[in-house]
């Protein structure tokens, strides 16, 4: 085998390993306790994807939020009046999205 072979195999190795798959907490609705109310499960990203963790708050009070799997990730805070939006997501291990 020749050494440009051994490369590009490593090549594709390390591609592979950054576009396997994560899993994330899914959940359509958790409540102001961080109770999941709807939609709990699990998913697996695609190419791409990260977990993501959205929460919204009134004030300071967590009023609801939902996590899952999706491909837009801008980690960001919308402030409103008194509302504000915390969304982040991560792809640094499975399950990064936890409450
Ligand atoms: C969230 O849901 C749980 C389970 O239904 C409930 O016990 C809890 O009181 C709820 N929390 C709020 C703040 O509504």
């Known amino acids: ?7 590009s195999l490593l090549g594709l190795s390390l591609l592979w390993g ?3 798959a994560l899993n994330c ?3 359509d ?5 961080g109770i999941c109310k709807s939609g709990e499960s699990f998913c697996e990203t695609q190419g791409s994807q990260s977990c993501f963790l959205r929460k919204v708050y009134e004030g300071y009070r967590l009023l ?6 999706g491909d837009l990730c801008i980690p960001m805070s919308l ?3 008194d509302a504000r939006v915390d969304f ?4 640094d291990t499975s399950f990064c999205n936890r409450l």
């Not at 085998?1 to 490369?7: E, G, I, K, V």
């Not at 609801?64 to 799997?69: E, F, K, R, S, T």
């Open 18 to 20: 950054s576009l396997q």
């Open 88 to 91: 982040s997501c991560c792809t």
């Open 25 to 27: 907490f899914k959940c």
């Open 79 to 81: 402030i409103g009046r």
């Open 64 to 69: 609801y939020g939902y996590q899952g799997c």
């Open 29 to 33: 609705l958790f409540n102001a306790s």
């Open 1 to 7: 085998m020749s050494a440009r072979f051994l490369l």
